[in-house]
T-cell receptor
Framework: LAKTTQPISMDSYEGQEVNITCSHNNIATNDYITWYQQFPSQGPRFIIQGYKTKVTNEVASLFIPADRKSSTLSLPRVSLSDTAVYYCLVRPISSGSARQLTFGSGTQLTVLP | GAVVSQHPSRVICKSGTSVKIECRSLDFQATTMFWYRQFPKKSLMLMATSNEGSKATYEQGVEKDKFLINHASLTLSTLTVTSAHPEDSSFYIC??????????????FGPGTRLTVT
């Protein structure tokens, strides 16, 4: 499984755009990039997933360069409620045998008023 | 979206007793469920993979006789912490994989169970 590296923590202010970058130099051809959000004492929540270029949903955007060795989660106009730990994961696409998720250390995002 | 529930959400037990935690997929079938443990300020650590109708697969260092897993149906997996000790106090989280066969399968996480052993 490809290892991921992301900043341990980030601070931002309400209303700002936040970009969290994750490195995954050993990503394989059949790997997807997935981001989860976790609030204290809650299970992780799926945010966004992508394979290449750009993916956008109602919550965030995910930018993936051509070499796919990194990815950037972009949160537009964050609010205090976006304070959470954000995990970047790399996992195979295969729908065959079960694939567990390997969580790295995550990025603690703190949004300040 | 798919929902995974856990019960109880919080439990306090005495050292030496056993505790059962349930994980249910409410609106989808899950042939595979995963159990994670998370200590304060730490990341999730996979404990075991629970397969419906067969034995669970445990990660290295996780005692299978201490953490009993049963996946008796496509919507329910249970984790029993036997002879619990204070060092077993942690946040236990399950996830369930949608078995519909979508190529881009998703895992859905439960809300977690806070176990405190006194």
């Amino acid at each position: 499984l490809a290892k991921t590296t992301q900043p341990i923590s980030m601070d931002s202010y309400e209303g700002q755009e936040v970009n969290i970058t994750c490195s995954h130099n050993n990503i394989a051809t059949n790997d997807y990039i997935t981001w989860y959000q976790q609030f204290p004492s809650q299970g992780p929540r799926f945010i966004i997933q992508g394979y290449k270029t750009k993916v956008t949903n109602e919550v965030a955007s995910l930018f993936i360069p051509a070499d796919r060795k990194s990815s950037t989660l972009s949160l537009p106009r964050v609010s205090l409620s976006d304070t959470a730990v954000y995990y970047c994961l790399v996992r195979p696409i295969s729908s065959g045998s079960a694939r567990q998720l390997t969580f790295g250390s995550g990025t603690q995002l703190t949004v300040l008023p | 979206g798919a929902v995974v529930s856990q019960h109880p959400s919080r439990v306090i037990c005495k050292s030496g007793t056993s505790v059962k935690i349930e994980c249910r997929s409410l609106d989808f079938q899950a042939t595979t469920m995963f159990w994670y443990r998370q200590f304060p300020k730490k990341s999730l650590m996979l404990m075991a993979t629970s397969n419906e109708g067969s034995k669970a697969t445990y990660e290295q260092g996780v005692e299978k006789d201490k953490f009993l897993i049963n996946h008796a149906s496509l919507t329910l997996s249970t984790l029993t912490v036997t002879s619990a000790h204070p060092e077993d106090s942690s946040f236990y989280i399950c996830s369930a994989r949608d078995s519909t066969g979508s190529l881009h399968y998703e895992q859905y996480f439960g809300p977690g169970t806070r176990l405190t052993v006194t």
